[in-house]
């Protein structure tokens, strides 16, 4: 049976209602009583609706009740009855009831409050438990995404590492700075060493790197930028050597561990193929050369002697005395133009062939090449020199030589120049030439369609010495033509030796 338990501070209408059921049930105990009289002791059934006053209404209302029930004893089955006296006889008996009331109504109270506490406990124990079953619930629920969420990136993981397993080149990842801890099939295919015989092997060791730079000076680069590009020689397990196209990046984990994901590709072959192409074009220029000197010997020795030959003849018949002055005039003109014929054979031949490359070397050749070209084309050089080795390589000196006459002519031909520069120097690294002009340039995105034979030609002679050719011109800014040939390819002196003091002008041998 269910009971009413009131709230604190609830609703005056309950309040009555609490009040009321009390009298209601004192009420209904005086009725039960009095049909009970001759049966059973009128104090039982108003103990009994005390009691059930205290269990439904709550303990004031019960001792409301209890006072009611003795004052119903009293007054319904005391004598005299249906008065409200309170005789010295019937004091204990009413006292024995109220205090068996009170304690009946306290009881009853308390009990209701512990059941009151018990059910609150229970209800918020039966709440914690479903709070707590929800949250057990969504954190099973998130496990089970993440446990997902963790099988797809394993998944993921597992088609990455197939995928890199079925690349040709060679993946390999090391623990900076040394243990390998990855090794795919790739690198087994490149290297012949197993995934097995590589984990945990220092890479520089097991693949005989050779780097282009210091061990250390490579790794500090590597910790610097986080990543190296470039290439490098590796030794194969039969004792092959390799040149390989390297990319390393650095990666770190959230542990601070650091890793090297190296990925390496094999062109050797195209390196070779490279070299050969090299060589060939060598072979190309030295044949060129070859056949430009006999060509220009030709001239010179052949060509010219018969001008010379021609010329003495005409002067011979100019000097006749039987020659009529009609003819001795047009004999003249002819002279002259035989004149500019050898003029013209003596300057072709030496642009086929430099004598004074030869014979004086490469910056004599140079002030006469400048002095020539000022002379022709009325465009005023500047020429400077400073601290070359003496002497210079001869392959050398005929690649400065070539790259300067062919950028001076693409100064005559293209950049309408009012004055134009030529500086040579010797610098420890090499030997570095600049030839400069003020001319009208041209915007650099359109070097490689504006480029001819000629520029391909000083590109070729330069990559046979393994140097460098590098053009900077803008609109209106004039060119300029920077070329770099490293100090490996000069021999004899030191490049840091001068032979003349820095930036003197060469003496005038445009008569050489």
Request: net charge negative; hydrophobic share 40%; charged share 25%.
């Amino acid at each position: 049976m269910e009971r009413y338990v009131a709230p604190p501070g609830s609703h005056p209408i309950v309040t009555i209602a609490r009040y009321g059921g009390a009298v209601f049930s004192v009420a209904a105990g005086v009725m039960l009583s009095m049909w009970l009289q001759s049966v059973l002791d009128p104090m039982v059934p108003l103990l009994v609706t005390v009691l059930l006053a205290a269990w439904f209404s709550g303990l004031w209302p019960a001792l409301c009740a209890s006072v009611l029930a003795t004052l119903a004893i009293d007054y319904f089955f005391e004598p005299p009855l249906y008065t409200v006296t309170l005789e010295l006889s019937h004091i204990p008996h009413l006292v024995v009831f109220v205090l068996l009331a009170t304690l009946f109504a306290s009881a009853s109270s308390a009990r209701r409050k512990a059941e009151q506490s018990l059910r609150q406990a229970r209800d918020e124990l039966e709440i914690r438990v479903r709070e707590r079953t929800a949250a057990l619930q969504r954190t099973n629920e998130q496990l089970q995404e993440e446990i997902v969420e963790r099988r797809r990136a394993e998944d993921a993981v597992k088609r990455q590492a197939n995928l890199l397993e079925q690349t040709h080149d060679a993946i390999l990842v090391w623990e900076f700075p040394n243990a390998i801890v990855y090794w795919n099939r790739g690198a087994e295919q490149l290297y012949g060493y197993s995934k097995a015989e590589a984990t945990g092997r220092a890479v520089h060791e097991l693949l005989q790197t050779e780097y282009p730079m210091q061990l250390a000076l490579f790794e500090g680069a590597l910790e610097r930028d986080g990543e190296w590009n470039g290439e490098l020689t590796h030794t194969t397990r039969d004792s092959r050597q390799l040149i390989v196209e390297s990319r390393q990046v650095l990666i770190c984990d959230p542990d601070g561990r650091r890793f090297v994901l190296e990925t390496n590709r094999d062109i050797t072959e195209r390196k070779q193929a490279e070299l050969a192409l090299e060589e060939l074009a060598g072979r190309l220029i030295h044949a060129q050369e070859q056949e430009r000197s006999r060509i220009g010997r030709e001239l010179h020795d052949h060509i010219s002697q018969l001008l010379g030959v021609l010329m003495i003849k005409i002067d011979q018949l100019r000097a006749h005395p039987a020659m009529p002055s009609v003819m001795a005039g047009a004999l003249n003109d002819v002279r002259h133009c035989a004149s500019d014929i050898t003029d013209d054979v003596h300057r072709l031949s030496h642009r086929l062939h430099s004598s004074t490359l030869d014979y004086l070397g490469l910056v004599p050749a140079l002030q006469k090449l400048v002095t020539e070209f000022s002379d022709h084309h009325d465009i005023p050089v500047e020429f400077a020199h400073s601290s070359l080795p003496t002497p210079v390589p001869a392959d050398v000196a005929l690649c400065l030589f070539r790259v300067t006459e062919e950028s001076l002519n693409n100064v005559a031909r293209h950049s309408h120049a009012k004055a134009a520069q030529v500086d040579v120097r010797g610098v420890p690294d090499g030997i570095h030439l600049t030839v400069r002009d003020d001319g009208k340039g041209f915007d650099m995105t359109q070097l490689q369609s504006r480029a001819g034979l000629g520029f391909v030609s000083m590109q070729e002679r330069l990559r046979v010495l393994r140097g460098t050719i590098r053009i900077d011109s803008s609109p209106s800014r004039g060119t300029t033509v920077n070329v770099w040939v490293p100090s490996e390819q000069i021999s004899g002196e030191a490049a840091g030796e001068t032979s003349k003091p820095a930036q003197q002008t060469a003496p005038d041998i445009s008569a050489a």
